[in-house]
């Protein structure tokens, strides 16, 4: 019956929406559809600390144009799916960030974009400094002081294939 064209369900809408996503899960084509949409769909709250927050605009504009990879920035945590730690983290801005991670819709991952954000950068010996992987599962780690936008880029590159990888699991998340 499911191999049938133009099926109709009737009934408690609950069990016809089941039905529905049972009947679509086993389609191929949806889940290329799902998968795109979560790989192209990366929005992240940014926590400009440092100077990474210049090569993050510079990488949003017009000569690399983040957006084209489906990268949008957003500021508040609660619509994202991406927190892009740039430089230097606090203690006391690293609660912050925490807050924010767990505010945040799943699936879930976190960019620790420069030095600072990495291992401390100049900063490493500091008493009030935090490096992001001490609170954050990073997902992606791109270097330098600061780091190029073209970094930045590869670096949202890599996430989207680590989200391709993890299709299935995500799959299940809409269950």
Known sequence: MDDQQGLIWFGNLEEVAKKSLDYLKKKDSFLKI??????????????????????????????????????????????????LVEGTTTIKMARVVKRSWEQMPSPKWVIAMGACAMDGGIFFDSYNTIVVRDYLPVDVYVPGCPPRPEALAQAVLMLQEKIKRQRQDLIKTVD
Not at 61 to 67: A, I, M, T, V
């Open 34 to 83: 799902l998968s795109w949409g979560v790989d192209y769909s990366i929005w992240p709250a940014h926590l400009m600390t440092s100077c990474c927050g210049a090569e993050l605009a510079a990488a949003s504009g017009p000569r690399f144009d983040l957006e084209r990879l489906g990268f949008l920035p957003f500021g508040s945590p609660r619509q994202t799916n991406l927190i």
